[in-house]
């Protein structure tokens, strides 16, 4: 079963680091692209950062870069997002997604259950 | 950045009902790129049509995707019980950021 679990989350406060992780099983990790998608509860989708297969090839949205580091470890089947000086609206359930292709220009195929960031004084 | 528009925001049918679901680029964007996704309450997204018109893996051929440029739709055809949800466009690729559609909310009506 192609399955994809994240882990990390929890309530942060304003200006500090949070890492998140995404543990993938099922498939060949090392095959595929993946993403880091975030939904504030209610509300829409916002693609956030993703990373080729061979970590040659990274992208942030405007809102995170700089402060957000995505990175993968194919050998633990593992993606990550290093996550540092963080603002209230960083605050918003964290998806990883399996992209269809190993280059990043596929849709997402996979979905995690997410992980909630909350950031809050 | 391209921007998706979709619409209506809010969409009241009936089960047996034929839905269609709109979803406008700010830019013109190849249907290559162009996806839609499904998404329950509590639930992840699931991937429903990818290069505008192909049915991902286990989805029903009911759901169906359409469009060129800037004009995309989805169409189900006629609306069981468990579709009503949430729909998402999505632009990807080559064109970052991956911008997604702010939503449509497709409800019984």
């Known amino acids: 079963e192609v399955q994809l679990v994240e882990s990390g989350g929890g309530l942060v406060q304003p200006g500090r680091s949070l890492r998140l992780s995404c543990a993938a099983s099922?498939?060949?990790?090392?095959?595929?692209?993946m993403h880091w998608v975030r939904q504030v509860p209610g509300k829409g989708l916002e693609w956030v950062s993703d990373?080729?297969?061979?970590?040659?090839?990274?992208v942030y949205a405007d809102s995170v870069k700089g402060r957000f580091t995505i990175s993968r470890d194919n050998a633990k089947n593992s993606l990550y997002l290093q996550m540092n000086s963080l603002r209230d609206e960083d605050t918003a359930l964290y998806y990883c997604a399996k992209d269809m292709s190993e280059k990043g220009l596929g849709p997402f195929d996979m979905w995690g259950q997410g992980t909630m960031v909350t950031v809050s004084s | 950045e391209i921007v998706l528009t979709q619409s209506p925001v809010t969409l009241s049918l009936s089960p047996g009902e034929r839905a269609t679901l709109s979803c406008r680029a700010s830019?013109?964007?190849?249907?290559?790129?162009l996806a839609w996704y499904q998404q329950k309450p509590g639930q992840s997204p699931r991937l429903l049509i990818y290069?505008?018109?192909t049915r991902a893996t286990g989805i029903p051929d009911r759901f169906s995707g359409s469009g060129s440029g800037t004009d995309f739709t989805l169409t189900i055809s006629r609306l069981e019980p468990e579709d009503f949800a949430v729909y998402y466009c999505q632009q990807y690729g080559r064109s970052v950021p991956h911008t997604f559609g702010q939503g449509t909310n497709l409800e019984i009506k």
């Open positions: 830019q013109s964007i190849s249907s290559t790129y």
């Open positions: 099922g498939f060949i990790f090392e095959d595929y692209a």
């Open positions: 990373i080729n297969w061979s970590s040659s090839y990274i």
């Open positions: 290069g505008a018109s």
